[in-house]
Protein backbone atom coordinates (compact mmCIF):
# COMPACT_ATOMS: atom_id res chain seq x y z
CA UNK A 1 0.00 0.00 0.00
CA UNK A 2 0.99 3.48 -0.78
CA UNK A 3 0.22 6.08 1.85
CA UNK A 4 0.15 9.24 0.20
CA UNK A 5 -0.10 10.57 -3.44
CA UNK A 6 2.85 12.74 -3.10
CA UNK A 7 4.87 9.51 -4.04
CA UNK A 8 3.50 8.78 -6.93
CA UNK A 9 3.68 11.82 -9.03
CA UNK A 10 5.32 11.99 -12.52
CA UNK A 11 9.14 13.72 -12.25
CA UNK A 12 7.85 16.89 -13.40
CA UNK A 13 4.76 17.45 -10.84
CA UNK A 14 7.66 16.54 -8.60
CA UNK A 15 10.00 19.06 -9.44
CA UNK A 16 7.40 22.02 -9.95
CA UNK A 17 6.56 20.94 -6.23
CA UNK A 18 10.25 21.00 -5.10
CA UNK A 19 10.93 24.25 -6.73
CA UNK A 20 8.11 25.96 -5.48
CA UNK A 21 8.87 25.21 -1.80
CA UNK A 22 12.50 25.33 -1.98
CA UNK A 23 11.86 28.96 -3.80
CA UNK A 24 9.24 29.80 -0.26
CA UNK A 25 11.75 28.35 2.28
CA UNK A 26 14.84 30.02 0.57
CA UNK A 27 12.97 33.53 0.97
CA UNK A 28 11.57 32.73 4.11
CA UNK A 29 15.06 31.44 5.82
CA UNK A 30 16.88 34.54 4.27
CA UNK A 31 14.33 37.00 5.91
CA UNK A 32 14.16 35.13 9.65
CA UNK A 33 17.86 33.28 9.83
CA UNK A 34 20.65 36.01 10.31
CA UNK A 35 23.09 33.26 10.43
CA UNK A 36 22.18 31.60 6.80
CA UNK A 37 21.12 35.25 5.09
CA UNK A 38 25.20 35.96 6.09
CA UNK A 39 26.10 32.93 4.20
CA UNK A 40 24.17 34.32 1.22
CA UNK A 41 24.98 38.07 1.57
CA UNK A 42 28.45 36.36 1.50
CA UNK A 43 28.59 35.21 -2.36
CA UNK A 44 26.20 37.79 -3.23
CA UNK A 45 22.66 35.33 -3.54
CA UNK A 46 19.66 36.56 -3.08
CA UNK A 47 16.23 34.36 -2.89
CA UNK A 48 15.46 35.50 -6.03
CA UNK A 49 18.42 33.87 -7.67
CA UNK A 50 16.80 30.86 -6.88
CA UNK A 51 15.26 30.54 -10.49
CA UNK A 52 15.34 26.43 -10.90
CA UNK A 53 16.29 23.24 -9.19
CA UNK A 54 19.64 23.47 -10.74
CA UNK A 55 20.13 26.82 -8.58
CA UNK A 56 20.26 24.40 -5.80
CA UNK A 57 23.58 23.75 -5.76
CA UNK A 58 24.61 27.50 -5.60
CA UNK A 59 23.06 27.70 -2.30
CA UNK A 60 25.97 27.60 0.86
CA UNK A 61 26.12 24.14 2.68
CA UNK A 62 24.96 24.03 6.62
CA UNK A 63 26.96 21.84 8.41
CA UNK A 64 26.59 20.15 11.56
CA UNK A 65 29.13 22.97 13.19
CA UNK A 66 26.65 25.49 12.04
CA UNK A 67 24.02 23.70 14.65
CA UNK A 68 26.52 24.01 17.42
CA UNK A 69 28.00 27.25 16.34
CA UNK A 70 24.08 28.98 17.05
CA UNK A 71 23.55 26.84 19.63
CA UNK A 72 20.44 26.41 20.85
CA UNK A 73 18.40 28.54 18.69
CA UNK A 74 20.31 30.20 16.34
CA UNK A 75 19.01 28.81 13.38
CA UNK A 76 15.42 28.84 14.04
CA UNK A 77 12.93 29.98 11.66
CA UNK A 78 10.10 30.70 14.12
CA UNK A 79 9.97 32.48 17.33
CA UNK A 80 10.39 29.92 20.00
CA UNK A 81 6.64 30.59 21.60
CA UNK A 82 5.37 28.68 18.16
CA UNK A 83 7.35 25.35 19.05
CA UNK A 84 5.59 22.18 20.11
CA UNK A 85 8.28 20.09 21.10
CA UNK A 86 12.04 20.53 21.18
CA UNK A 87 14.39 17.45 21.17
CA UNK A 88 18.33 17.15 20.73
CA UNK A 89 20.91 14.87 19.81
CA UNK A 90 24.09 13.86 21.30
CA UNK A 91 27.23 16.48 21.54
CA UNK A 92 30.61 16.46 21.21
CA UNK A 93 31.48 18.33 24.04
CA UNK A 94 28.62 18.45 26.00
CA UNK A 95 26.61 20.52 23.46
CA UNK A 96 23.87 18.66 21.71
CA UNK A 97 22.45 19.85 18.93
CA UNK A 98 19.12 21.08 19.31
CA UNK A 99 15.92 20.54 16.97
CA UNK A 100 12.59 22.36 17.36
CA UNK A 101 9.22 21.38 15.78
CA UNK A 102 6.27 23.51 15.04
CA UNK A 103 2.86 22.09 15.04
CA UNK A 104 2.96 22.24 11.43
CA UNK A 105 6.63 20.24 12.22
CA UNK A 106 5.41 18.21 13.92
CA UNK A 107 2.15 16.78 11.28
CA UNK A 108 5.19 16.77 8.66
CA UNK A 109 7.02 14.71 10.82
CA UNK A 110 4.08 12.30 11.30
CA UNK A 111 3.00 12.31 7.91
CA UNK A 112 6.48 11.29 6.69
CA UNK A 113 6.52 8.68 9.06
CA UNK A 114 3.52 7.37 8.05
CA UNK A 115 4.78 6.59 4.93
CA UNK A 116 7.96 4.54 6.10
CA UNK A 117 5.48 2.53 7.69
CA UNK A 118 3.03 2.45 5.28
CA UNK A 119 6.19 1.16 3.12
CA UNK A 120 7.22 -1.27 5.58
CA UNK A 121 4.35 -2.63 5.37
CA UNK A 122 2.43 -1.32 8.80
CA UNK A 123 -1.14 -1.04 9.22
CA UNK A 124 -3.77 -0.52 11.26
CA UNK A 125 -4.02 -3.86 12.43
CA UNK A 126 -0.90 -3.71 13.37
CA UNK A 127 0.55 -4.27 17.51
CA UNK A 128 3.17 -1.71 17.03
CA UNK A 129 6.17 -2.15 20.04
CA UNK A 130 8.63 0.89 20.31
CA UNK A 131 12.22 -0.49 21.49
CA UNK A 132 13.86 2.48 20.71
CA UNK A 133 15.05 5.24 23.84
CA UNK A 134 12.14 7.70 24.72
CA UNK A 135 13.72 10.56 25.34
CA UNK A 136 15.22 13.54 23.82
CA UNK A 137 16.76 11.50 20.66
CA UNK A 138 13.85 11.71 17.92
CA UNK A 139 13.62 7.90 17.06
CA UNK A 140 11.31 6.38 19.77
CA UNK A 141 8.81 9.42 19.46
CA UNK A 142 9.10 9.65 15.63
CA UNK A 143 8.19 6.43 14.86
CA UNK A 144 5.13 6.24 17.74
CA UNK A 145 3.39 9.05 16.20
CA UNK A 146 3.98 8.47 12.59
CA UNK A 147 2.68 4.75 13.80
CA UNK A 148 -0.08 5.73 16.10
CA UNK A 149 -1.09 7.89 12.82
CA UNK A 150 -1.64 4.66 10.59
CA UNK A 151 -3.70 3.34 13.37
CA UNK A 152 -1.51 0.70 14.74
CA UNK A 153 -1.81 -0.05 18.53
CA UNK A 154 1.66 1.37 20.09
CA UNK A 155 3.52 -0.34 22.77
CA UNK A 156 5.92 2.33 23.39
CA UNK A 157 8.32 -0.35 25.36
CA UNK A 158 11.30 1.91 25.18
CA UNK A 159 14.58 0.15 25.43
CA UNK A 160 16.63 -2.05 27.90
CA UNK A 161 14.70 -5.33 30.01
CA UNK A 162 14.67 -8.08 27.31
CA UNK A 163 12.53 -10.40 29.35
CA UNK A 164 9.64 -7.72 29.73
CA UNK A 165 9.90 -6.93 26.03
CA UNK A 166 9.04 -10.59 24.89
CA UNK A 167 6.72 -11.08 27.54
CA UNK A 168 4.80 -7.42 26.45
CA UNK A 169 5.34 -8.83 23.44
CA UNK A 170 3.78 -12.63 23.43
CA UNK A 171 0.87 -11.39 25.82
CA UNK A 172 0.23 -8.12 23.79
CA UNK A 173 0.55 -9.88 20.66
CA UNK A 174 3.38 -7.39 18.93
CA UNK A 175 3.15 -7.74 15.24
CA UNK A 176 5.78 -5.07 14.25
CA UNK A 177 9.10 -4.21 16.15
CA UNK A 178 11.05 -1.20 16.05
CA UNK A 179 14.12 -1.56 17.28
CA UNK A 180 17.72 -1.10 15.98
CA UNK A 181 18.52 -4.27 14.22
CA UNK A 182 21.52 -5.82 16.70
CA UNK A 183 18.93 -5.33 19.74
CA UNK A 184 16.41 -6.84 16.98
CA UNK A 185 18.26 -9.62 16.50
CA UNK A 186 19.60 -9.36 21.07
CA UNK A 187 16.20 -9.93 21.27
CA UNK A 188 15.67 -12.91 19.20
CA UNK A 189 18.01 -14.36 21.14
CA UNK A 190 16.83 -13.57 24.62
CA UNK A 191 13.76 -15.05 23.23
CA UNK A 192 15.64 -18.23 22.96
CA UNK A 193 17.12 -18.64 25.98
CA UNK A 194 13.88 -17.81 27.75
CA UNK A 195 12.76 -20.91 25.73
CA UNK A 196 10.71 -19.08 23.45
CA UNK A 197 10.96 -19.65 19.58
CA UNK A 198 10.28 -16.12 18.29
CA UNK A 199 8.45 -17.97 14.81
CA UNK A 200 6.34 -20.34 16.59
CA UNK A 201 5.24 -18.10 19.89
CA UNK A 202 5.47 -14.38 18.69
CA UNK A 203 3.38 -12.85 16.34
CA UNK A 204 5.81 -10.36 14.90
CA UNK A 205 5.96 -10.38 11.05
CA UNK A 206 7.07 -7.39 10.44
CA UNK A 207 10.10 -5.23 11.72
CA UNK A 208 11.11 -1.59 10.67
CA UNK A 209 14.41 -1.02 11.68
CA UNK A 210 16.78 2.22 11.91
CA UNK A 211 19.11 3.79 14.16
CA UNK A 212 21.94 1.80 12.66
CA UNK A 213 23.67 0.25 9.52
CA UNK A 214 21.54 -3.04 8.51
CA UNK A 215 23.99 -4.83 6.53
CA UNK A 216 22.49 -7.55 4.02
CA UNK A 217 24.25 -10.17 6.14
CA UNK A 218 22.24 -8.51 9.42
CA UNK A 219 18.72 -9.03 7.28
CA UNK A 220 19.25 -12.53 6.56
CA UNK A 221 19.92 -13.21 10.59
CA UNK A 222 16.90 -11.43 11.48
CA UNK A 223 15.25 -13.96 8.56
CA UNK A 224 16.66 -16.63 10.57
CA UNK A 225 15.62 -15.67 13.79
CA UNK A 226 12.66 -14.08 13.17
CA UNK A 227 11.35 -16.02 10.00
CA UNK A 228 12.18 -15.93 6.66
CA UNK A 229 8.29 -14.21 6.17
CA UNK A 230 9.07 -11.17 8.49
CA UNK A 231 9.57 -7.84 6.33
CA UNK A 232 12.57 -6.36 7.68
CA UNK A 233 13.53 -2.74 6.66
CA UNK A 234 15.41 0.13 7.23
CA UNK A 235 14.52 3.56 7.09
CA UNK A 236 16.64 6.69 7.75
CA UNK A 237 16.43 10.21 9.27
CA UNK A 238 18.24 12.41 11.45
CA UNK A 239 17.10 14.65 14.22
CA UNK A 240 18.75 17.70 11.90
CA UNK A 241 16.07 16.92 9.20
CA UNK A 242 13.16 15.91 11.19
CA UNK A 243 14.22 12.50 12.54
CA UNK A 244 13.33 9.60 11.41
CA UNK A 245 11.23 9.97 7.86
CA UNK A 246 13.38 10.80 5.71
CA UNK A 247 13.76 7.92 3.68
CA UNK A 248 12.50 3.82 4.13
CA UNK A 249 12.67 0.78 2.12
CA UNK A 250 9.74 -0.66 0.52
CA UNK A 251 8.88 -4.35 0.75
CA UNK A 252 11.12 -4.48 -2.65
CA UNK A 253 14.67 -3.51 -0.44
CA UNK A 254 15.89 -1.94 -3.30
CA UNK A 255 16.95 1.92 -1.70
CA UNK A 256 15.45 3.57 0.84
CA UNK A 257 12.31 6.10 -0.60
CA UNK A 258 12.94 9.60 -0.05
CA UNK A 259 10.01 11.64 0.84
CA UNK A 260 11.07 14.18 -1.56
CA UNK A 261 7.90 16.29 -1.27
CA UNK A 262 9.88 17.51 1.83
CA UNK A 263 13.49 16.95 1.28
CA UNK A 264 15.50 17.32 -1.60
CA UNK A 265 18.68 15.22 -2.09
CA UNK A 266 21.70 15.72 -3.91
CA UNK A 267 25.15 13.84 -3.51
CA UNK A 268 28.60 15.89 -3.66
CA UNK A 269 31.95 14.86 -3.62
CA UNK A 270 32.83 15.44 0.05
CA UNK A 271 35.92 16.78 -0.81
CA UNK A 272 35.10 19.22 -2.99
CA UNK A 273 31.37 20.31 -2.41
CA UNK A 274 30.97 19.58 -5.72
CA UNK A 275 27.50 17.72 -6.73
CA UNK A 276 28.14 14.89 -8.79
CA UNK A 277 25.84 13.41 -11.34
CA UNK A 278 22.79 10.93 -10.72
CA UNK A 279 24.17 7.40 -9.72
CA UNK A 280 27.35 8.45 -7.93
CA UNK A 281 28.18 7.25 -4.92
CA UNK A 282 28.91 10.46 -2.43
CA UNK A 283 28.14 12.40 0.81
CA UNK A 284 24.30 12.71 1.05
CA UNK A 285 23.10 16.80 0.83
CA UNK A 286 19.78 17.06 1.97
CA UNK A 287 17.56 20.77 1.83
CA UNK A 288 14.35 20.89 3.83
CA UNK A 289 11.59 22.19 1.75
CA UNK A 290 8.90 21.79 3.98
CA UNK A 291 10.04 22.42 7.58
CA UNK A 292 8.91 25.09 9.44
CA UNK A 293 11.17 25.89 12.71
CA UNK A 294 14.26 24.58 11.66
CA UNK A 295 14.31 24.32 7.49
CA UNK A 296 17.94 23.46 7.08
CA UNK A 297 19.34 24.07 3.78
CA UNK A 298 21.63 21.89 1.78
CA UNK A 299 22.49 20.14 5.39
CA UNK A 300 25.74 17.83 5.15
CA UNK A 301 24.59 14.64 6.42
CA UNK A 302 28.04 13.30 6.21
CA UNK A 303 26.35 9.77 5.69
CA UNK A 304 27.70 8.13 1.91
CA UNK A 305 24.88 6.86 -0.44
CA UNK A 306 24.18 7.34 -3.92
CA UNK A 307 20.90 8.78 -5.70
CA UNK A 308 18.23 6.16 -7.84
CA UNK A 309 15.70 7.96 -9.64
CA UNK A 310 14.30 4.92 -11.64
CA UNK A 311 10.55 4.33 -10.45
CA UNK A 312 9.87 1.71 -8.54
CA UNK A 313 8.23 -1.90 -9.09
CA UNK A 314 6.23 -0.56 -5.66
CA UNK A 315 4.85 2.23 -7.69
CA UNK A 316 6.19 4.51 -6.14
CA UNK A 317 7.93 7.09 -7.94
CA UNK A 318 10.37 8.82 -5.58
CA UNK A 319 14.00 9.17 -5.58
CA UNK A 320 15.89 5.92 -3.86
CA UNK A 321 18.61 6.45 -1.62
CA UNK A 322 21.41 3.32 -1.61
CA UNK A 323 21.94 1.66 1.95
CA UNK A 324 24.55 3.84 3.34
CA UNK A 325 27.93 2.11 2.86
CA UNK A 326 29.38 4.74 5.80
CA UNK A 327 30.65 8.48 6.94
CA UNK A 328 32.33 10.87 5.35
CA UNK A 329 33.56 11.76 9.06
CA UNK A 330 34.68 9.57 11.69
CA UNK A 331 31.58 9.74 14.00
CA UNK A 332 30.59 5.90 15.11
CA UNK A 333 27.48 4.50 15.27
CA UNK A 334 27.84 1.54 17.96
CA UNK A 335 24.79 -0.01 19.42
CA UNK A 336 22.68 3.22 17.76
CA UNK A 337 24.46 5.66 19.53
CA UNK A 338 26.62 7.92 18.25
CA UNK A 339 30.20 8.06 19.54
CA UNK A 340 32.62 10.48 18.75
CA UNK A 341 36.35 9.78 18.90
CA UNK A 342 36.91 12.94 20.66
CA UNK A 343 34.59 12.12 23.35
CA UNK A 344 36.46 9.05 23.96
CA UNK A 345 39.68 11.48 24.24
CA UNK A 346 38.63 13.63 26.54
CA UNK A 347 37.92 10.51 28.84
CA UNK A 348 41.25 9.10 28.64
CA UNK A 349 43.26 12.35 29.09
CA UNK A 350 41.12 12.50 32.16
CA UNK A 351 42.25 9.57 34.13
CA UNK A 352 45.33 9.93 35.79
CA UNK A 353 47.97 7.41 35.39
CA UNK A 354 47.32 7.59 31.40
CA UNK A 355 49.25 8.80 28.41
CA UNK A 356 47.27 10.45 25.52
CA UNK A 357 47.25 7.97 23.30
CA UNK A 358 44.67 5.30 22.58
CA UNK A 359 42.57 3.26 20.16
CA UNK A 360 39.31 2.52 19.52
CA UNK A 361 38.25 -1.09 18.79
CA UNK A 362 34.39 -1.30 17.36
CA UNK A 363 33.47 -5.00 16.33
CA UNK A 364 30.83 -7.31 16.44
CA UNK A 365 30.22 -9.50 18.85
CA UNK A 366 27.11 -11.91 18.17
CA UNK A 367 24.31 -9.65 17.31
CA UNK A 368 25.79 -6.38 19.25
CA UNK A 369 28.51 -3.50 18.71
CA UNK A 370 31.87 -4.41 21.19
CA UNK A 371 33.72 -1.29 21.82
CA UNK A 372 37.14 -1.49 23.05
CA UNK A 373 39.53 1.28 24.47
CA UNK A 374 43.53 0.21 24.57
CA UNK A 375 44.71 3.05 26.38
CA UNK A 376 48.31 3.25 27.63
CA UNK A 377 49.66 3.20 31.40
CA UNK A 378 51.95 6.32 31.64
CA UNK A 379 52.85 5.24 35.46
CA UNK A 380 54.53 2.33 36.71
CA UNK A 381 52.88 0.28 39.71
CA UNK A 382 53.25 -2.73 41.76
CA UNK A 383 49.65 -3.07 42.47
CA UNK A 384 46.65 -5.05 41.10
CA UNK A 385 44.39 -2.59 42.74
CA UNK A 386 45.65 0.62 41.07
CA UNK A 387 45.64 -1.19 37.76
CA UNK A 388 42.05 -2.09 38.30
CA UNK A 389 41.60 1.60 40.03
CA UNK A 390 42.76 2.99 36.37
CA UNK A 391 40.44 0.22 34.30
CA UNK A 392 37.61 1.16 36.38
CA UNK A 393 37.61 5.24 35.98
CA UNK A 394 37.76 4.57 32.33
CA UNK A 395 34.83 2.59 32.14
CA UNK A 396 33.28 4.11 34.72
CA UNK A 397 33.47 7.48 32.82
CA UNK A 398 33.12 6.19 29.25
CA UNK A 399 29.73 5.19 30.37
CA UNK A 400 28.54 8.38 31.63
CA UNK A 401 29.85 9.65 28.57
CA UNK A 402 28.85 7.87 25.92
CA UNK A 403 25.74 5.33 27.98
CA UNK A 404 28.02 2.17 27.00
CA UNK A 405 29.65 -0.05 28.02
CA UNK A 406 32.99 -0.35 26.55
CA UNK A 407 36.10 -3.09 27.23
CA UNK A 408 39.29 -1.18 28.61
CA UNK A 409 42.20 -2.83 27.81
CA UNK A 410 45.35 -1.65 29.19
CA UNK A 411 48.97 -1.34 27.58
CA UNK A 412 52.47 -0.90 28.24
CA UNK A 413 53.51 3.02 26.94
CA UNK A 414 54.82 2.88 23.19
CA UNK A 415 52.50 -0.29 22.75
CA UNK A 416 50.06 1.81 20.37
CA UNK A 417 50.95 3.38 17.13
CA UNK A 418 51.57 6.81 16.55
CA UNK A 419 50.65 8.99 14.26
CA UNK A 420 52.67 12.29 12.03
CA UNK A 421 49.63 14.36 10.81
CA UNK A 422 46.39 12.81 11.27
CA UNK A 423 45.79 9.98 13.75
CA UNK A 424 43.40 6.90 12.66
CA UNK A 425 42.44 5.68 16.19
CA UNK A 426 39.81 3.90 15.34
CA UNK A 427 39.56 0.53 14.10
CA UNK A 428 36.03 -0.19 12.94
CA UNK A 429 36.17 -3.98 12.10
CA UNK A 430 32.21 -4.60 11.36
CA UNK A 431 32.15 -4.34 8.02
CA UNK A 432 34.74 -6.78 7.77
CA UNK A 433 33.01 -9.51 10.13
CA UNK A 434 29.96 -9.67 8.26
CA UNK B 1 67.12 -4.41 55.87
CA UNK B 2 65.14 -4.08 53.14
CA UNK B 3 65.64 -4.87 48.76
CA UNK B 4 64.57 -3.65 45.55
CA UNK B 5 62.25 -5.62 43.60
CA UNK B 6 61.79 -4.47 39.86
CA UNK B 7 57.83 -4.77 39.11
CA UNK B 8 57.30 -4.75 35.28
CA UNK B 9 53.23 -4.50 33.67
CA UNK B 10 53.04 -7.47 30.38
CA UNK B 11 49.96 -7.28 28.68
CA UNK B 12 48.55 -11.61 28.53
CA UNK B 13 50.02 -11.32 24.60
CA UNK B 14 52.27 -13.58 23.49
CA UNK B 15 55.55 -12.92 23.77
CA UNK B 16 55.96 -10.08 26.26
CA UNK B 17 57.62 -11.92 28.98
CA UNK B 18 60.30 -12.94 26.34
CA UNK B 19 60.87 -9.89 25.39
CA UNK B 20 61.48 -8.72 29.04
CA UNK B 21 63.48 -11.26 29.02
CA UNK B 22 65.83 -10.34 26.62
CA UNK B 23 65.99 -6.89 27.67
CA UNK B 24 67.60 -7.94 30.42
CA UNK B 25 69.67 -10.85 29.29
CA UNK B 26 71.10 -7.99 26.94
CA UNK B 27 71.66 -6.27 29.57
CA UNK B 28 74.04 -8.62 32.00
CA UNK B 29 71.26 -8.54 34.37
CA UNK B 30 70.79 -11.92 36.66
CA UNK B 31 67.37 -12.81 37.36
CA UNK B 32 67.55 -14.44 40.77
CA UNK B 33 63.80 -15.40 41.58
CA UNK B 34 60.59 -14.31 39.61
CA UNK B 35 56.85 -14.27 40.19
CA UNK B 36 54.29 -13.68 37.49
CA UNK B 37 50.70 -13.05 38.86
CA UNK B 38 48.12 -12.06 36.03
CA UNK B 39 44.41 -11.68 35.24
CA UNK B 40 42.69 -12.26 32.31
CA UNK B 41 44.20 -9.08 30.38
CA UNK B 42 47.60 -8.37 32.00
CA UNK B 43 49.89 -9.71 34.48
CA UNK B 44 52.38 -8.32 36.76
CA UNK B 45 55.66 -9.53 36.82
CA UNK B 46 58.34 -9.48 39.81
CA UNK B 47 61.63 -9.62 39.79
CA UNK B 48 64.75 -9.36 42.42
CA UNK B 49 67.79 -8.93 40.11
CA UNK B 50 71.70 -8.44 41.05
CA UNK B 51 71.35 -4.76 39.32
CA UNK B 52 67.43 -4.08 40.11
CA UNK B 53 68.17 0.15 39.66
CA UNK B 54 69.86 -0.65 35.65
CA UNK B 55 67.15 -2.92 35.29
CA UNK B 56 64.47 -0.84 35.71
CA UNK B 57 65.82 1.61 33.75
CA UNK B 58 66.50 -0.39 30.65
CA UNK B 59 62.90 -1.97 31.13
CA UNK B 60 61.86 1.41 30.79
CA UNK B 61 63.67 2.38 27.89
CA UNK B 62 62.51 -0.38 26.41
CA UNK B 63 58.90 0.97 26.63
CA UNK B 64 58.14 -1.12 29.59
CA UNK B 65 56.01 0.36 32.64
CA UNK B 66 58.27 -0.59 35.81
CA UNK B 67 59.30 0.69 38.75
CA UNK B 68 61.16 -0.51 42.14
CA UNK B 69 58.87 -1.81 45.00
CA UNK B 70 60.62 -2.26 48.11
CA UNK B 71 60.48 -5.47 49.36
CA UNK B 72 61.69 -7.40 52.44
CA UNK B 73 63.67 -10.63 51.68
CA UNK B 74 62.99 -12.78 54.56
CA UNK B 75 66.33 -15.70 55.60
CA UNK B 76 64.22 -18.94 56.09
CA UNK B 77 65.93 -22.25 57.66
CA UNK B 78 64.94 -25.34 55.68
CA UNK B 79 63.30 -26.55 58.32
CA UNK B 80 59.87 -27.77 59.27
CA UNK B 81 57.60 -25.10 60.00
CA UNK B 82 59.97 -22.41 59.81
CA UNK B 83 57.88 -20.32 57.50
CA UNK B 84 54.90 -20.95 59.57
CA UNK B 85 56.86 -19.00 62.30
CA UNK B 86 57.52 -16.02 60.78
CA UNK B 87 53.93 -15.62 59.45
CA UNK B 88 52.79 -15.71 62.78
CA UNK B 89 55.14 -13.54 64.23
CA UNK B 90 54.21 -11.05 60.98
CA UNK B 91 50.37 -11.93 61.83
CA UNK B 92 50.21 -11.37 65.52
CA UNK B 93 51.27 -7.89 64.83
CA UNK B 94 48.53 -6.94 62.58
CA UNK B 95 50.59 -6.56 59.06
CA UNK B 96 49.19 -7.93 56.18
CA UNK B 97 51.13 -9.80 53.50
CA UNK B 98 50.67 -8.32 50.11
CA UNK B 99 51.97 -11.33 47.94
CA UNK B 100 55.02 -13.01 48.54
CA UNK B 101 57.20 -15.71 46.49
CA UNK B 102 60.22 -17.77 47.37
CA UNK B 103 63.68 -17.35 46.78
CA UNK B 104 66.23 -20.21 46.79
CA UNK B 105 69.95 -18.58 46.58
CA UNK B 106 71.90 -20.25 49.37
CA UNK B 107 72.59 -23.80 50.46
CA UNK B 108 71.50 -23.79 54.02
CA UNK B 109 68.87 -21.28 54.00
CA UNK B 110 65.83 -20.46 51.44
CA UNK B 111 64.03 -17.19 51.65
CA UNK B 112 60.85 -15.63 50.55
CA UNK B 113 60.01 -11.97 49.04
CA UNK B 114 57.20 -10.63 50.81
CA UNK B 115 55.46 -7.23 50.49
CA UNK B 116 53.42 -5.95 53.51
CA UNK B 117 51.11 -3.10 53.78
CA UNK B 118 53.74 -1.28 56.11
CA UNK B 119 57.03 -2.10 55.43
CA UNK B 120 58.84 -0.23 58.43
CA UNK B 121 56.53 -1.76 60.73
CA UNK B 122 57.37 -4.96 59.55
CA UNK B 123 61.27 -4.40 59.36
CA UNK B 124 60.72 -3.45 63.27
CA UNK B 125 58.83 -6.84 63.91
CA UNK B 126 61.33 -9.26 61.98
CA UNK B 127 64.09 -7.08 63.89
CA UNK B 128 63.08 -7.78 67.24
CA UNK B 129 62.03 -11.52 66.54
CA UNK B 130 65.78 -12.05 65.43
CA UNK B 131 64.75 -12.93 61.97
CA UNK B 132 67.69 -12.23 59.46
CA UNK B 133 66.77 -10.63 55.94
CA UNK B 134 68.64 -10.47 52.81
CA UNK B 135 69.16 -6.48 51.57
CA UNK B 136 69.95 -5.59 48.03
CA UNK B 137 73.96 -5.26 48.50
CA UNK B 138 73.18 -8.98 50.13
CA UNK B 139 71.83 -9.69 46.48
CA UNK B 140 74.05 -8.05 44.13
CA UNK B 141 76.84 -9.78 46.31
CA UNK B 142 75.51 -13.51 45.41
Given amino acids: MIWAREETLSRAEMEALQLERLQETVKRVYEKVPPYRAKMDKIGLKPEDIKSLKDLSRLPFVTKQDLRDNYPFGLFAVPKEELLRIHASSGTTGKPTVVGYTKGDMETWTECVSRIACAGGASASDVAQICFGYGMFTGALGLHYGLENIGATIVPSSTGNSEKQLMYMKDFGTTLLVATPSYALRLAEVARELGIDPQRDLKVKIGLVGSELLTDAMREEMYKYWGSDMKVTSNYGMSELMGPGVSGECEHLCGMHINEDFFIPEIINPDTGEVLPEGEWGELVITCIKKEALPLIRYRTKDITRLIYEPCKCGRTTCRMENLSGRSDDMLKIRGVNVFPSQIEEVVLSVEGLGPHYEIIVERDGYSDKLTVRVELAVATDSFKELERIEKTVKNKLKVMLGLDAKVQLESPNTLARFEGKAKRVRDLRKEQK | ?142
Fill in chain 2, 1 to 142: MTANQVSVFIENRQGRLGQVLSVLKENDINILSISLADTTEYGLLRLIVNKPTEARDVLLKAGFSSMLTEVLIIKVPHQTGALQKILAVIAENNVSIEYMYGLSVESTDASIVMKTNELDKACKILAGSNIGTLTSKDIEAL
